[in-house]
């Protein structure tokens, strides 16, 4: 049985790092694609990085607009887990953080692609 569990949330200020993380067990997913989504309050989940497998040890990550050049997301497959190095936090990126990994080996922004999901983790960012 697949499972994910996020940890690494907190309340922050603006400007402040955090590192999230999601582990993963059931399975190994090295060549799997794993992605980060988040959902404020009153809002719908959205997009925020994902990071797919293109061959051998390479990999391709890529950031909804919003936190390009801010936050990192990269994966350490010795331990079947998925970062997400948050880095100057604003206020708006408060929400909720959640995990994902998909079957398929490459896929984009839509959750759909995305098979397994963790519970989720608070990120709350005070100005």
């Known amino acids: 049985q697949v499972q994910l569990v996020e940890s690494g949330g907190g309340l922050v200020q603006a400007g402040d790092s955090l590192r999230l993380s999601c582990a993963a067990s059931g399975r190994t997913f090295s060549r799997k694609a794993m992605g980060w989504f988040r959902q404020a309050p009153g809002k719908e989940r959205e997009f925020v990085a994902h990071n797919s497998w293109i061959a051998d040890s390479t990999y391709y990550a890529d950031y909804t607009d919003s936190v390009k050049g801010r936050f990192t997301v990269s994966r350490d497959n010795a331990k079947n887990t998925l970062y997400l190095q948050m880095n100057s936090l604003k206020p708006e990126d408060t929400a909720v953080y959640y995990c994902?990994?998909?079957?398929?080996?490459?896929?984009?922004?839509?959750?759909?692609?995305?098979?397994?999901w963790g519970q989720g983790t608070q990120v709350t960012v005070s100005s």
């Open positions: 994902a990994v998909s079957n398929s080996p490459r896929v984009d922004s839509d959750p759909r692609g995305y098979d397994y």
